[in-house]
């Protein structure tokens, strides 16, 4: 059954083979304002948790096929954070010991008391999330938590701070971003806190893939397949089984591509070029891109279907400009990596120059800033790198930025035409009859696109709702 759509919500996955009881529970859980969404069975419950990241889960223990303490074993490799309620009519010591042991939460004898559900859930959610807040505390003291990722400010932790929650999962992740802000980074970062950073991590960029090969890239082909095609060869996709396949750039895929990718993320197998025997595989997706993809699928060259699969859950990486304070950290570290690769020894900088770094806004961003940090290196006078020694765009820029955090990262290439204080001539006119609430929510969709001039992160962070929801509200309001 589809879950009940709430953005802020608490979610929880109910899975039982017993049909009544789950439907029983819905209603329990659904009037206390939770959003649900329910599973017949532990194969069914673990394909739901590549597409969706619950707040807990209450599990059955006598299933058929896919027994309730195996799907608790698995459950439990790929998100241990997860609280899981165990619900059993066995109420042997024994069961409720081993459940226990394996890692449950709690458990919940059959039948299942309403009060009793609600307690024990809204515990378990109330401490998943304290946890993740002290791992969080624990990673703002002791450093950022995601070694290959330097920052520092307010824009950074906030995107820590969702990472965090998401790597340990197995939910498909869009990451968003310009180029050079290191999409791919945050991508093993993900990867590497996550139950599968033992299996390969295998990256591709599309858009570095001519259109006639993406396929065999992605699938691999047979010998004999097409011309050229002297041998097997493996696409990513089987490189990456058991492991995370990171599609870089995935906007730059053809629309037929796009096509047989949404079936493989369905359904988790296919087909080599030029063969026949089906192939299945166990893999964890996650995609970025520097193009905004809900207007490419409004310009039709980007399927809405593929979309939605891909953006179960969004991360924004912000723009070196955004980062207020990274840029000074983020320098001193590429220099001593680079004065130690080219056997010099230690690296400082003069005022000016930090101040001249600090000012610049970087369009390269933190690929620019590391090229900078190369040249400046290699010219430098004894180790000390001055504002003479900085890329000639850098020098010369004499508009300092003010140094102050901004509220919210923007997030150029991905806005939306800037609303004004009347209602803008291209939204449709507010749905009559449709009452004050939804009077109201569109009302608070214009003022936050005002207020962010159009900035879809922004918006989103203002309301707190995830980007796909505000699309749909959107195209709900009339508003192009």
């Known amino acids: 059954m589809a879950p009940k759509e709430t953005d802020d919500a608490p979610k929880v996955l109910v899975v039982d083979d017993d049909r009544a009881q789950t439907r029983l529970l819905e209603h329990y859980l659904e009037t206390a304002d939770y959003s649900v969404e329910t599973f017949t069975s532990g194969e069914q419950c673990l394909d739901g948790l590549a597409r969706t990241l619950p707040d807990a889960i209450l599990l059955d223990l006598n299933m058929p096929g896919l027994g309730g303490m195996e799907t608790l074993h698995r459950i439990q490799a790929q998100n241990p954070r997860l609280p899981v309620v165990i619900l059993t009519s066995d109420t042997e010591v024994s069961t409720v010991v081993t459940a226990m042991q394996g890692g449950a939460f709690d458990y919940l004898a059959k039948p299942v008391s309403p009060t009793r559900v609600l307690t024990v859930l809204r515990n378990a959610v109330k401490q998943a999330r304290m946890e993740l807040k002290l791992a969080q505390l624990e990673r703002d003291i002791g450093g950022s938590g995601f070694d290959a990722i330097i920052g520092q400010s307010t824009a950074m932790k906030r995107l820590f701070r969702e990472m965090e929650r998401v790597a340990p999962s197995d939910v498909t992740v869009l990451i968003h971003g310009e180029s050079g802000t290191g999409k791919e980074l945050v991508a093993q970062a993900l990867h590497t806190y996550s139950g599968r950073r033992d299996k390969p991590f295998v990256a591709l960029n599309c858009a570095a893939i001519p259109e006639t090969l993406q396929e065999s890239e992605l699938f691999g082909h047979e010998r004999g397949a097409f011309t050229g095609a002297a041998s097997r060869r493996i696409g990513r996709f089987e490189q990456a089984d058991g492991g995370t396949l990171f599609l870089d750039e995935v906007g730059e895929l053809s629309p037929s591509l796009q096509a047989k990718l949404l079936r493989v993320i369905q359904e988790r197998r296919f087909h080599r070029v030029g063969g026949s025997q089906e192939i299945k595989v166990d893999v964890r997706l996650l995609a970025a891109t520097h ?93 000390r790198i001055e504002r003479a020694d900085l890329p000639r765009a850098v020098r ?81 309001y009339g508003m192009r």
């Not at 983020?330 to 680079?338: K, N």
């Not at 900088?349 to 001249?356: M, R, V």
């Open 396 to 476: 010369e820029n004499s508009q300092r930025r003010p140094h102050h955090e901004p509220t919210m990262p923007s997030d150029a290439g991905q806005r939306v035409p800037q609303h004004h204080a009347a209602p803008p001539r291209h939204a449709a006119p507010p749905p009559s009859g449709g009452g004050s609430l939804a009077d109201l929510e569109r009302q608070a969709i214009i003022d936050a696109l005002e207020q962010s001039n159009g900035n879809v992160s922004e918006v989103c962070r203002a309301l707190s709702i995830p980007r796909t929801t505000l699309y749909r509200k959107l195209k709900k």
């Open 291 to 383: 193009r905004e993809l809900s207007a490419e699928v409004e310009a039709g060259r980007f399927r809405e279907d593929l979309f939605y699969r891909l953006a179960v859950f969004e991360l924004d990486v912000p723009p070196l400009k955004d980062r207020v304070g990274d840029v000074t950290h983020l320098a001193r570290h590429f220099a001593a990596g680079l004065a130690k690769k080219y056997g010099g020894g230690e690296v400082s900088f003069t005022p000016q120059a930090l101040a001249a770094l600090e000012a610049y806004d970087w369009p390269g961003n933190v690929r620019q800033l590391q090229n900078a940090m190369e040249r400046a290196t290699v010219v430098a006078r004894d180790g």
